[in-house]
């Protein structure tokens, strides 16, 4: 099986119209540019909110070095449109008349405005699958309302609180996190549509949301909590078994066990020097230690803060227990794991910076992805993809005169 850059990819000849801002739509089409389709990012004249949104997290933000816009953006080309403008509109409309996908996370109400709707769209192109991300869904009360992930996704789907011990207030989740769960979600319906439309030779629309996909996610926090005894926030003190809460130990911040409690335990504290405990029920045994939780954390606070990770790991390892330190996204980053795998690359930004970016989790036995190419300037090749529409350098300056589209060129 040829494996490499000649290989045919996945989606080679497919064409995706992408009209994203920050990061749910625009990482669907990043994977999809990925495995090989042609993906066309379509912005405003002035661009969108992602080029400039990481001076909020203190990272540059110029044309030649916007580290944040890097990885969901690659691989992709650029037109930029003015959709209110009768030509731009048209020009978006001709565009998806050639184009296989359409990706958008515009509110639907903005989308209605536009004329570029799922509706409206059908009618003129009748095979293209029409995907659409939204907050909370299409319908409900709260279907017109706007939402990133932190609220969305982290607020309303039971994780903040279920997650967070009733010592602390719940954690502030880092941008974007649930838009790749939501991006996922809604690859996988793009894929299949794809696959009805070659059997029914129809297109389809496709719709995901931040909510939809907590819920999801948290699958077993929904479960568990329709039945008694599942009372939230959880203090580190009610835990189910002493191996729930993380500890700190000498040398890292927090470490995990994950392991069922009884079996292997008591050869654990041997190991890792705690043999006073390995024979009593109340630290070895979940019955008995859900009689004595707070005394049973509290004493392995304070044991394990004086462990080095390096004997606790070692201890685990032998046993064949199931552990991790935890990582700072520092650390992630120079993970050999990850870079072995190759979950992150190295791109050279313009700048000649250097910068570790995440990429698609998903490797094929039959070709293996090219390296990344930088995300496009503003604009930068919406003179060839209007030509490839039929548009003559003269409408093209014409348009550019009124601003109905950004070349790139002033």
Known sequence: MQKGSNAMKPLENIKVVELGTHVAAPVASRIMAEWGADVIKVETTKGESYRTVGRAWKVPTT???????QTHNGCKRSLSLNLKDPDGKEALLKLLETADVFITNTRPHALERLGIDYNSVKARCPKLIYALFTAYG?????QDAPGFDTAAYWGRGG????????EYTPFRAHPGFGDVTVASVVLSGIMAALFRR???GEGDFVTGSLYGSALWYNFHGIVESQYPGHDVPVSRFAATQPSAPMYKCADRYFFIVEQQYDAKFPEFFRKIGLSEIADDPKFVTVAESRKHMKEVVEYLDEKYASIPYEVIDKACSELNMVHSYVASCSEAVNDPQAWANDYLRMITLENGDELTVPAPPVSFGSFKADAPTLAPHLGADSRDILRSLGYSDEKIDA???VGAVNTHED
């Open 198 to 200: 070659t059997v029914t």
């Open 63 to 69: 044309e030649d070095n916007s580290p944040i816009l």
């Open 138 to 142: 299409l319908e409900g009360p709260d």
């Open 159 to 166: 994780m903040l609180l279920d997650w967070t011990a009733a």
């Open 399 to 401: 348009m550019r005169s």
